[in-house]
């Protein structure tokens, strides 16, 4: 299968069970690129699972969850280094908000191969509301997102990676073809397009 990593926050000041040292991510991109992976598209990766389109060899999607600034300030530049590509889920109630990413830098981030993905308006547990304020958060994020970047939104992190039947069911109707949750486990053909496995690298 292919693995789809999950990053939140990477920096050196402000630690938590869902932060990275700058350092740490370094060596762990450099060791993917060392040994011969090849980070791919969300795109990429649907035309797999959909249509059995080829991948390159050793495989590997790099996520980011929430758009915490330092993923443009310390990520960013690391990828770059080793000319990878990864997905940015974006809380869209978040863009510009005090330690997450403004508009520019998503521009910024979008030109420099990190495609930016909904993370819902307000990254709240898409159980808990009616049907319709679940809707909402799903169409809302998606117009929102396009409106700023100018690129089609297909692809959802569900927040804290939870979801059921009916939440799947209303991100499809509203226009994503996949959607990821925090289960452990590699992407393969054959499982359910939303509800996909994710390895979360957490310290």
């Known amino acids: 299968g292919v693995p789809v990593l999950n990053y939140h926050q990477i920096n050196d000041e402000k630690h938590s069970a869902l932060t990275l040292h700058v350092d740490q991510f370094k060596e762990q991109m450099e060791y993917l690129h060392n040994h011969g992976y090849n980070t791919i598209t ?3 990766l649907y035309d797999y699972l959909q249509n059995g389109s080829d991948l390159p060899e050793k495989p590997i999607v790099i996520t980011f ?3 915490y600034v330092d993923n443009y300030e310390h990520a960013l530049p690391i990828l770059k280094e ?3 590509k990864a997905t940015l889920f974006m809380i869209t109630s978040s863009i510009g908000e005090n330690r997450f990413v403004n508009v520019e830098q998503l521009k910024e981030m979008q030109a420099n191969g990190i495609d930016i ?3 819902t308006v307000n990254h709240k547990d898409l159980r ?3 049907l319709d ?3 909402d958060e799903l169409i809302s994020s998606k117009a929102v997102l ?3 970047m100018k690129h089609p939104v297909r692809y959802i992190a569900y927040p804290g990676g939870f979801a059921n039947k009916d939440v799947d ?9 996949m959607a990821f949750t925090v289960q452990a486990g590699n992407v393969e053909p054959g499982q359910d397009l939303f509800n996909l496995p994710r390895q979360a690298v957490f310290f």
Do not use: C, F, T, V
């Open 117 to 119: 993905q909904s993370h």
């Open 128 to 130: 808990n509301m009616s």
């Open 169 to 177: 069911k209303i991100s499809e109707e509203s226009g994503y073809r």
């Open 82 to 84: 080793y000319n990878m």
């Open 146 to 148: 396009e409106d700023r």
């Open 65 to 67: 969850d929430d758009g």
């Open 42 to 44: 969300l795109n990429q």
């Open 133 to 135: 304020q679940a809707r």
